[in-house]
T-cell receptor, first 118, second 117 residues
């Protein structure tokens, strides 16, 4: 089946530093990648949508200069949290969509990254 | 715009009993898909079941079934014979396939299910 590998699974960083999160589709080509943010006991909030080779589309209220998304290839998308602050501490998870919509009905999730900014 | 609503923040169920988790949705698109996911404390999203808007039969996957009532715009998840391992957070989600298709998967607020032994 389709697998999306997300790394790191958890990270602790100092305030003011940047953190990069990677999502790789291992056995399919991810034409679209969705990035979500989730606070404890809350829903998954869509941050942005990226299509391979083009700029990401950000949801309203999400700072594109703070959350940099790159989707340079069909198997790799990255989310960089720049100048991280404690309020950016959250669970970040990606979801990949490939050409074959029969795979998980079109959506394969990474395992998530728990970011803690101290 | 599409919207998903889950009104039960938390639910308890006795082991081996059935439980229904509520989900209502709103969209002006005629073609859409409804999903249920399970999220244990580890955070991974586990796909449970899918219902397409044009599917005439309610979806079933093992102990999971989806009670799809299109006119009421509801897509409740029924878990039969609950097990202790079913304790987790459950999310209802939707995507639209029509003219406003962006591929986005939008989630409800989630319901935390606890199974009692």
């Amino acid at each position: 089946g389709a697998v999306v590998s997300q790394h790191p699974s958890w990270v602790i960083c100092k305030s003011g530093t940047s953190v990069k999160i990677e999502c790789r589709s291992l056995d399919f080509q991810a034409t679209t990648m969705f990035w979500y943010r989730q606070f404890p006991k809350q829903s998954l909030m869509l941050m942005a949508t990226s299509n391979e080779g083009s700029k990401a589309t950000y949801e309203q209220g999400v700072e594109k200069d703070k959350f940099l998304i790159n989707h340079a290839s069909l198997t790799l998308s990255t989310l960089t949290v720049t100048s991280a602050h404690p309020e950016d501490s959250s669970f970040y998870i990606c979801s990949a969509r490939g050409r074959d919509r029969d795979l998980n009905y079109g959506y394969t999730f990474g395992s998530g990254t728990r970011l803690t900014v101290v | 715009a599409q919207k998903i609503t889950q009104t039960q923040p938390g639910m308890f169920v006795q082991e081996k009993e059935a439980v229904t988790l509520d989900c209502t949705y709103d969209t002006s698109d005629q073609s859409y898909g409804l999903f249920w996911y399970k999220q244990p404390s580890s955070g991974e999203m586990i796909f449970l079941i899918y219902q397409g808007s044009y599917d005439e039969q309610n979806a079933t996957e093992g102990r999971y079934s989806l009670n799809f009532q299109k006119a009421r715009k509801s897509a409740n998840l029924v878990i039969s014979a609950s097990q202790l391992g079913d304790s987790a957070m459950y999310f209802c989600a939707m995507t639209v396939y029509g003219s406003s298709n962006t591929g986005k998967l939008i989630f409800g607020q989630g319901t935390t299910l606890q199974v009692k032994p």
